[in-house]
């Protein structure tokens, strides 16, 4: 393949990737798959365990009304993977197409498809609210505003298009169980009506772009820079929102728990970043090894403080460097693609790159102290190192509650 060939196909992985987020986007389903981006989940749901059990926290639900909720969830469950299954194999065929250089059949056939795929999953979130309102009372009738903000957040705070864009404080507070006085409740109910009235605009402006994107304008990178940008600049005020409200909320939480707060915050803004390295895994396996000697004991210890003031440098480093390079291109889509492109870096100094690489040496190093500490069977036990598939989304994916 020649590189003028490989550019082509980057192009169209870039556009095709950006037709099917905007398609999650409407769906709410998180991991739509095509080869070419790698297998979703089989189980991938537009309505999450997770929240069902939220909705019925914020009615009040009693445990008949649970037991209707969860099985109207299971059915719901079937009808997603019977539709996500015909997506797939859709998308399977039309990635032979590619594969073929028929691009006009694939033109042609990907707006039909996405658009299919986005109606029948709205129709489906929309069966499943309709007979979940169909068991309410009055009283819980009243709080469905409650439940639709709750959702715009489940949906809309799926991916980011900016670092930070996609995290719910909210969710943050609940998950962590976090005693909430009264100047943090009052804090989160602003945050919550604030930070949904940009999600409505999100909910928008995705089905605008969707209905938009057929055609010949589905490869206008003109079109789609624009659409991009309108996308980041929005991200870019939920981010802003959540730094604010952050900011705002940590000093009224208990002491013990801020630290929590915002290291989850940190987690969640940069997934990439701050998700467990595998030296730090290593390292919490070693210290536990009971054969252990005691200049083995001390050098692990020497080795974890080490390791660890130099990871909060790092850490810093490439976040900051992420930032920096969404700010530049508009958002977390323009700068995977720019990567897929292989744009130059700013002023001739790839920053981003040089924090990755920066954050993969030490880890490297640390991995190297380790396992040189051990002897052969310590060694035997330590954990294996998972392989990081190629993913483009990662940076912007936020961490899924579901897997936790």
């Known amino acids: 393949m020649t590189r003028g060939q490989t550019c082509i196909r980057r192009c169209l992985r870039s556009v095709v990737g950006l ?10 389903e998180s991991r739509a798959q095509m080869g070419m981006w790698g297998d ?15 909705y019925a926290r914020i009615l009040g639900f009693d445990r008949d009304q649970r037991e209707v909720a969860l099985s109207l969830f299971e059915g719901h469950q079937t009808a997603v993977r019977r539709n996500m299954a015909e997506f797939e194999e859709k998308m399977q065929a039309l990635q032979e197409k590619m594969r073929d250089g028929d691009f006009a059949g694939f033109q042609r056939d990907m707006p039909g498809i996405t658009k299919d795929f986005a109606k029948r999953s709205e129709d489906l979130e929309k069966g499943f609210f309709d007979d979940l309102k169909a068991i309410l009372d009055d009283s819980q009738m009243s709080m469905w505003e409650v439940v639709e903000r709750y959702r715009r957040r489940e949906v809309g705070m799926r991916f980011g298009f900016m670092s930070g864009a996609a995290v719910d404080l909210i969710a943050i507070v ?8 009264e100047q943090t409740t009052e804090l989160l109910l602003q945050y919550e009506l604030q930070v949904d009235r940009k999600l409505v605009d999100f909910e928008r402006m995705a089905k605008e772009a969707q209905n938009n994107m057929g055609g010949e304008g589905m490869f206008d990178f003109n079109r789609v820079q624009e659409t991009l940008k309108k996308f980041g600049d929005l991200a870019r005020e939920v981010r802003d929102i959540n730094k604010d409200y952050a900011r705002r909320i940590a000093p009224t939480l208990p002491p013990e728990a801020r630290p929590s707060f915002e290291d989850e915050i940190k987690r969640r803004s940069f997934p990439r970043v701050y998700r467990q390295s595998h030296a730090m895994k290593m390292l919490d396996v070693a210290k536990k090894m009971p054969d252990l000697t005691e200049d083995q004991r001390q050098e692990l210890g020497a080795i974890l403080a080490s390791y660890q003031r130099d990871l909060n440098a790092a850490n810093e480093r490439w976040a900051k460097a992420i930032e920096a390079a969404e700010e530049a291109s508009g958002g977390s889509m323009q700068v995977m693609m720019r990567g897929f492109m292989g744009g130059a870096p700013q002023e001739g100094k790839d920053e981003l790159g040089e924090a990755r690489d920066a954050r993969r040496e030490l880890d490297r190093r640390t991995e190297k102290r380790v396992s040189d500490l051990l002897n052969t069977e310590q060694r035997a036990l330590l954990p294996k190192k998972e392989r990081e598939d190629f993913n483009p989304m990662a940076d912007f994916m936020p961490v899924n509650d579901e897997d936790e």
């Open 19 to 28: 037709v099917l987020l905007l398609t999650v986007a409407l769906s709410g």
């Open 40 to 54: 979703a989940s089989a189980n991938a749901q537009s309505i999450t365990r997770r929240g069902v059990d939220a």
């Open 174 to 181: 609940e998950r962590l169980r976090i005693e909430k006085s």
